[in-house]
């Protein structure tokens, strides 16, 4: 069966019955499998190989814990196979946001959905202050700032360690479940313009900002339109402390995207890298 080994293959035939491989994707670090298949009754389905034992389980836990508020807008759990790092999914109809080609107002009306639905996923359970989740952050934050020393400048070194204390300095922040990979590319729109969410082998607890950081260092770069759009769908404009947040939580973005766009030789990844420090500073010298 092509797109899967013997033993995954096997499993997925037990659970479907006969079915044929529609299309075949590595994730993004490579060693995760993502796989489109359809079975005889013509219903589709994604059997997802997890690159780690603790992206599968993650992904497990979503399903099971928390996606229940975004019912309909997410695809349905079907199947689990712990041993191989395996699930299957139902196939969700619509296309990445990325590849379509829509007016501003369009596109804009897409953010305010992914704005509404983070909301829901945001409020799965009731936010708290965790400040060990903060401690936490920033050890692992420190471990990533030692392994891009070679990548750094070192004036580029103390501005990321600059933003790692002030994200201390905030104090304890909010708590919620957190997609932490919500982007455009994990967003599908169907043909009458229903948005879906996608990907949860990152989602846990964490802290709210972190799910902003990427929106705001790759989709909203001069697209304020499209801020404000996810922000009305999100019922709310973000406090100061938040917003100072996301910048300090993008600077941990900085580290990983340099360092895993080098390790795995990925060029998108660390151009997002600089690009993100590059504005991070614009906005450090800004009034």
Known sequence: MTGLDRQIAAW??????????????????HRGRVVRVRDTNGDEYIVKIHGSRQKHQ????????WLGVLHGRVPRLVAVEPTLRVIIVSAVPGTPVPSTHRSPTREAGLHRQAGELLDRLHHAIPARQR?????????????WLGQAADLLPVPDHRFIQHHLTALTDLGPLDAVVCHLDYQPRNWLVDEI????????????????????VRLNF??????????DAFLV?????????????????????????????????NPSLTEYGRATLSRLREDAASP
Not at 14 to 22: C, D, Q, S
Not at 218 to 227: E, H, K, Q, T, V
Request: glycine share 6%.
């Open 58 to 65: 993650r992904e497990i836990r979503a399903y099971r814990q």
């Open 193 to 212: 313009g229903i948005l879906r969410v996608i990907d949860f082998e990152h989602t846990g607890i964490d802290l709210r900002p972190r799910d902003l």
């Open 233 to 265: 769908g999100y019922g709310r404009r973000l406090t100061d402390t938040e917003t100072l947040a996301v910048s300090h939580c993008a600077a941990i973005d900085v580290l990983t995207a340099l360092v895993r766009g080098n390790t795995t030789d």
């Open 131 to 143: 400040p060990e989740l903060t401690n936490h952050l920033i050890k692992r934050a420190s471990w």
């Open 12 to 29: 997925c035939e037990g659970t479907l019955g006969p079915h044929a491989v529609l299309t075949t994707a590595s994730s993004l670090d």
């Open 218 to 227: 790759r989709s909203w770069i001069d697209r304020p339109d499209l801020r």
